[in-house]
């Protein structure tokens, strides 16, 4: 199943449901997010990815922690110009459209149908230019400096396009330009694995906020992802499984941030009070969180 930000329709059918799909209707007051969320999926997409495809006509190699991206979204790979992929680079530079990247979105947590989206950028190459260092931030410019230490190329985007099961949409290179990625890309893995390896608890908590019939058959509740906007639980059963967004309160744009939201979503939910696994599965206990209350800021319940 690929994944979908909680703005999809919420006219899902249950079809699409037996699937696997991102449930709108299982909270109330789920709300549509005011967000161009295929412009974000692929700006997030491109900066967290560590690889990705470079197609050069009928020519296809994978770069392997070798590109970075610009804040206006230009993409900078670092290719030897002497190999036969910078020859074909060189040979492209300057027509349009001639480059193509791919990149996959994959869930950062061990679960099945891993793939949220697919990322596809056409673009113009150029030989990079050091001026655009100027516009750039100390992040970006560490970016640039973790590349590998061999000729840096200007991939200008002039189509992007995201798949995401069924889903196929454009976007418009300008919008893709005044995008940022979610503000919480970069930590996203890092919060789920924290969330599920120290605070299943807090995990069986939250589930108590979704529809039980969505979990009745669930062999465990998983979180999956968390953005801006919130966060989705995966229900996993015998023959498919259910995304549902748990929507913040407010919009989130920091790990401190996250923090508050998970507390407003632990307040809302019923304390969960069983002793062993809620969805019939005997649970491995999670290892205890040695992070300062501070730093890691989840109560345990």
């Not at 590349?147 to 985007?157: G, H």
């Not at 919480?184 to 893995?189: G, M, P, R, S």
């Not at 748990?246 to 019923?270: C, E, H, I, Q, W």
Request: aromatic share 2%.
């Amino acid at each position: 199943m690929a994944f979908h930000p909680g703005d999809w329709p919420a006219s899902l059918t249950s079809s699409a449901l037996a699937r696997g799909a991102m449930s709108e209707t299982a909270l109330v007051g789920t709300r549509i997010l005011p967000t161009d969320h295929h412009a974000v999926i692929s700006r997030s997409a491109l900066s967290t990815a560590t690889s990705l495809r470079l197609r050069l006509g009928d020519t296809a190699v994978d770069l392997i922690q070798s590109h970075a991206v610009l804040p206006d979204g230009t993409v900078i790979l670092a290719v030897d110009a002497m190999s036969p992929t910078g020859g074909l680079l060189v040979a492209a530079r300057g027509r349009p459209g001639e480059v193509q990247l791919d990149v996959t979105q994959l869930v950062p947590v061990a679960v099945r149908s891993r793939v949220r989206a697919r990322v596809r950028v056409t673009g113009t190459a150029h030989r990079f230019d050091p001026a655009s260092l100027e516009s750039c931030d100390a992040d970006t410019v560490m970016s640039l400096l973790d590349l590998p230490p061999v000729a840096l190329w200007t991939i200008e985007p002039v189509e992007v396009a995201v798949t995401g099961g069924d889903d196929e949409a454009l976007v418009g290179t300008s919008t893709y330009r005044a995008t940022c990625p979610d503000p919480l890309a970069a930590v996203e893995a890092a919060h789920l694995q924290h969330l599920i390896r120290h605070h299943r608890d807090a995990v069986d908590q939250l589930t108590t906020l979704v529809n039980p019939e969505l979990t009745a058959k669930a062999t465990r509740v998983v979180p999956v992802a968390v953005d801006a906007d919130g966060v989705v639980l995966r229900a996993e059963a015998p023959d498919g499984h259910l995304d549902v967004r748990l929507p913040f309160a407010r919009r989130v744009t920091s790990s401190a941030d996250l923090t508050a939201g998970l507390r407003g979503l632990l307040a809302k939910a019923t304390p969960h009070r069983s002793s062993g696994s809620p969805h019939g599965t005997a649970a491995t206990p999670a290892a205890a969180c040695e992070l300062p209350a501070a730093e890691c800021g989840i109560p345990s319940v």
